[in-house]
């Protein structure tokens, strides 16, 4: 037996491999034979897999050694390769790469200047790649490869407001490489990588979904019989042995992980290491070194951590957390993506010396280790860029996946208090108060947020600060306001004590007489309450899902609410002397909760339902009973409700429904025939499954527990519809379910899951159609049924089912209209919905996209004549959206670019009428809208628009 090299590990790890690594490149033999298939068919050739696919490995390690051994006999051995990403400079990067003096950059006293001579040789036209390769004048019989690793970055670098053009960058360098792989007069070859998930954003590129459409190449899973090569062929090349057990367990512990291969390497690598040190070398490499490592499951994480626990003192920890926080991306992309990031800004977010960041990066890319790039053979310097090895570390390492929630959770809430600041400058909004103002001091602190970190998501941090020591210094005053208001209120109630002091003699000659009374005040109590519970059950209807959101409606559903509060406040003030009087001051604190959360004053809903959970609380300990047990959980069940909409309050939202949830389980089970108690378990489970939808990310354990919310809810729902009970109760959770499937990562693939989905869809649609039709004027299930039918709608357009997408939208917007009228909410609805519409009709040759769109731009005109309907946020959002439909569009339908004239210069017209009406603020609003928009229209188009309205012309140069 050939002993081991201490000094050679045969496994990369997190890496991919590299062209002089193909000996230990294995089991890809066949997709090697296949990519050079297919590179003599077509000179753009893309590779598109999952993360963790080994994309770029197959490429480094198995393409480009195959093309320099000769295997592409019609294109012979001579190849000039060049790797680049596109980074956030894609035309430079490939200047850059073909500068190589083995590439393009033939002469040497050139060496300095080639890159530059070659990026404007690129940049002069949408040949410069074709043209670079001439003008280099190398051999005949030589072949240029360009490959373009992780293709996908581009589109985030389209996306990138903060690169000046950047979206005519990308789409220019998207051309330059479409144009070299169609000219036949040079060999020039075309290989891109790209995750699969990021396929559909080619269509953003004119020409580039066809040519991947032509040259694609869907990298499989491997077969266990290949991944038993990947495994042992290294080992022996290595000069090791492997037990056949443990190439057996790895086949097994790799499963359906998505992450496989990364995974499986690194795991290998420190298995290794592992054998190595234990110095038994006839043994062989058992299943005691893999699981000393932390198996497939967690040696990644394990070996994370180690290096972690290395960086040495708690300001070496904080600028990792930083760094990694920087070098992850889930904010722009839910995906998640790798967000490569030079040593110098490095040093700017996390406030430290460029040396001490370099420090922690060899830590973390030395020998063995490889979770940050360049390769430690590549020094550090402050232009250097840092990145993670690959996404899997992102999902794998335990400490990072929740830092990296904490960045997403703490930019969302940066994105927040951005928009706040600017409507609050622009005069359309108010300053922070308690719970926000509290809320945002706590991010801060906890966050410490520096401009260099906030750069990232925008540029008005300096702004947004401002804004949040304006709302502190308010809130300042007025608490000090507040005191002197008490000292006052304090000083006229000592005068009124004497005097009542004087009146106390008086009082026992009444006390009979009150007592007779009393007994007449208790009955009229109870009739009183009756008349507010009522009142109160009539406003407990969200008006905008009723389609009643105008403003008469809200104002008097806003003065029902006050008097049933104000009813209440003076009922829990009194003094409670018995337990039934104490019960029923704890139902008041829970309808005062009720009554401030319809108020949307969440601060007030949460003390009140607070203090009803302590007061039923402590009534259920002094005498236990079902009633105040079923109180005590629906107190839980609203807190829940309240918590989840307060960031920062996740995990009190969650034990709130678990306490709600042990309850109402127990009551069920003691008495399992009544109705009401399983209506309210079964509320709880869909609550909650709501919650877990929203705070959990496709496939996690909350994911799959919130599907299991939504499960047990319909089985408890059912038997009651089936008696005319909850029936609309068990819709919403049909409609949840199937939405919550629908958007399942992993149901994009199975076709079972997306079936329950349309069946769920179905099943909600004709509950509320049965109902409608019991009660046609009920505008609520009118609502509702529209917001089902374009879900349906929605996922029948993502299947290409567009017959069946077009029925359920028909459905949809014939509701809305015909509830939208009175209801500005629903008439931006409406308009939305004719908008989604639209883009159903565009995979429908037969159909007009363009009346649709038509029709939502007429119904935003028809409300633009409304002044308190174009002071609504969601109003500029959603119209918003519209515009960048028409723009995407306007280059390929002339229809939709005729309406995307109209519909900016109604818009424009509407900013005049604004300013006119002495509403400055909005009609500067508008021209910022306009002016975001401008950089996605075609050029001809954004001409017309700034020789009317030179104004922008400055709105835009300060974007």
């Known amino acids: 037996m050939t002993t081991p090299d201490h000094r050679f590990n045969p496994f990369p790890g997190l890496r991919p491999f590299e062209p002089d690594e193909d000996h230990l490149f294995f089991g890809r033999e066949r997709e090697i034979d296949e990519l050079l298939r297919r590179l003599r068919a077509t000179r753009f050739l893309s590779v598109v897999g999952t993360s963790g696919s080994g994309k770029s490995s197959l ?5 480009i050694p ?34 190589g003096a083995d590439i393009l950059g033939t002469d040497p006293q050139l060496a300095g200047t080639a890159d530059v001579m070659l990026e404007a040789t690129l940049r002069r036209s949408t ?81 580039l979904s066809e040519a991947v459409n032509g040259g694609q190449y869907l990298v499989p899973r491997m077969q266990r019989d290949a991944l038993r090569s990947a495994i042992t062929g290294p080992v022996a090349v290595g000069g090791g042995t492997i037990t056949p057990r443990l190439v057996l367990r790895l086949l097994n512990d790799i499963g359906d992980d998505i992450d496989q291969l990364p995974v499986l390497q690194h795991s290998l690598m420190r298995s290794w290491d592992r054998w ?35 960086t040495g003192s708690d300001r070496s920890r904080q600028i990792t957390e930083r760094m990694f926080k920087a070098l992850t991306d889930t904010s722009s992309d839910a995906r998640g993506v790798r967000r490569p990031t030079g040593i110098s800004d490095l040093a700017a977010i996390c406030e430290a010396e460029e040396a001490e960041v370099i420090e922690i990066v060899e830590a973390f890319r030395l020998p063995g280790r490889s979770f940050l790039m360049p390769p430690p053979a590549v020094p550090l310097k402050s232009s250097s860029i840092v990145d993670l090895s690959h996404e899997s570390l992102m999902r794998c ?103 009542f002091g004087t009146l106390f003699l008086l009082a026992g000659s009444f006390a009979y007489f009150a007592w007779i009374q009393n007994q007449r005040a208790e009955t009229n109590l109870r009739l009183a309450r009756a008349a507010v519970e009522q009142t109160l059950a009539s406003a407990d209807v969200d008006p905008a899902q009723a389609g009643a959101d105008v403003p008469a409606m809200m104002e008097f559903r806003r003065a029902l609410l006050e008097k049933a509060k104000n009813f209440y406040v003076e009922f829990h003030n009194e003094n409670p002397r018995t337990q039934a009087l104490r019960a ?111 705070t959990s990310t496709s496939g996690d354990s ?106 359920r939208s028909r459905r949809a917007v014939g509701l809305l209209e015909d509830i939208a009228r009175p209801a500005p909410s629903l008439t931006i609805e409406l308009a939305d919905a004719h908008q989604l519409s639209g883009l159903i009709q565009e995979d429908e040759r037969s159909a007009d996209p363009a009346a649709a769109y038509a029709r939502a731009l007429q119904l935003f005109e028809v409300l633009g004549g409304d002044p308190a309907s174009i002071r609504m946020a969601s ?76 104004q922008l012309q400055e709105r835009l140069r300060s974007r």
């Open 702 to 807: 909350d994911h799959r527990a919130g599907e299991g919310d939504f499960r047990a809810a319909i089985r408890l729902l059912e038997p009651l519809a089936e008696q005319g009970l909850s029936r609309h109760e068990l819709a919403r959770a049909c409609n949840n379910l199937a939405t919550l499937i629908a958007n399942d990562e992993a149901s994009v693939t199975d076709a079972a899951r997306l079936a329950e989905a349309s069946t769920l869809y179905d099943r909600a649609i004709a509950i509320d159609e049965r109902l409608l039709s019991e009660d046609p004027a009920n505008r609520l299930y009118k609502f509702e049924l529209a917001k089902f039918s374009n879900n349906a709608a929605d996922l029948f357009r993502r299947q290409g089912q567009v017959a069946r997408a077009m029925e």
């Open 397 to 499: 390492w335990d400490r990072l996946v929740a830092w990296t929630e904490e960045e997403r959770t703490a930019a969302a809430f940066y994105m927040r208090l951005s928009a706040a600041a600017a409507w609050y400058a622009k005069g359309m909004g108010r300053l922070w108060a308690e719970p926000e103002l509290d809320l945002a001091l706590q991010w801060k602190r906890q966050n410490q947020p520096s401009e260099a970190w906030a750069r990232r998501y925008n540029d008005v941090f300096t702004d947004a600060m401002s804004f949040l020591d304006r709302s502190a210094i308010e809130r300042d005053r007025l608490k000090a306001e507040r005191e002197r208001d008490r000292k006052r209120t304090l000083q006229r109630a000592r005068v009124a004590a004497a005097v």
């Open 127 to 207: 040949r410069g790649l074709a043209e670079a390769v001439r003008l280099a004048r190398i051999p005949a019989d030589d072949n240029v490869l360009v490959v373009v690793d992780q293709f996908e970055e581009l589109f985030r670098f389209r996306r990138n407001r903060r690169i000046d053009n950047s979206r005519d960058e990308a789409i220019g360098f998207v051309k330059l490489l479409l144009e070299a792989a169609a000219q036949t007069e040079l060999p020039i070859y075309i290989v891109v990588t790209m995750r699969s998930d990021f396929i559909g954003e080619c269509m953003e590129y004119p020409g």
């Open 59 to 63: 490429i480094r390690s198995g393409l």
């Open 584 to 694: 029923e001051i704890a139902f008041a604190h829970l309808r005062l909760g009720h009554i401030g959360r319809m108020l949307e004053r969440p601060e007030e809903a949460l003390t009140e339902y607070q203090q009803a959970v302590e007061a039923f609380n402590a009534l259920d300990r002094e005498a236990p009973s079902p009633q105040y047990k079923q109180a005590l959980a629906n107190a839980y069940n609203w807190l829940g409700e309240t918590l989840r909409a307060v960031p920062d309050r996740q995990d009190a939202a969650r034990d709130a429904y678990d306490s709600a949830f042990e309850l109402q389980a127990i009551l069920v089970a003691t008495d399992p025939e009544r109705t009401e108690y399983r209506q309210e378990l079964a509320r709880t489970h869909y609550n909650r499954g709501i919650f877990r939808e929203a």
């Open 276 to 310: 190595v040190q234990r110095g038994q070398p006839d043994q062989g490499l058992d299943i005691a070194d893999y699981e000393d490592v932390g198996t497939l499951r967690q040696a990644l994480s394990m070996h994370a951590e180690e290096t972690f626990a290395q």
């Open 875 to 950: 109003f500029h959002l959603r119209f918003n959206d519209l515009l960048l439909s028409l723009a995407a569009r306007a280059q390929t339908q002339p229809e939709v670019r005729g309406l995307l004239r109209r519909a900016l210069d109604w818009y424009l017209a509407l900013a005049d009428g604004s300013r006119a009406r002495g509403e400055p603020a909005l009609a500067d609003a508008i021209l910022d809208n306009v002016a975001r928009l401008l950089p996605d229209l075609a050029e001809q188009d954004r001409r017309v628009i700034l020789a009317r309205r030179p």
């Open 66 to 99: 195959a093309l320099y051994s000769g295997s592409m006999v019609t294109a012979g051995t001579s190849w000039r390769v060049a790797v680049i990403r596109p980074g956030v400079n894609p035309v430079g990067n490939l200047a850059e790469a073909l500068s």
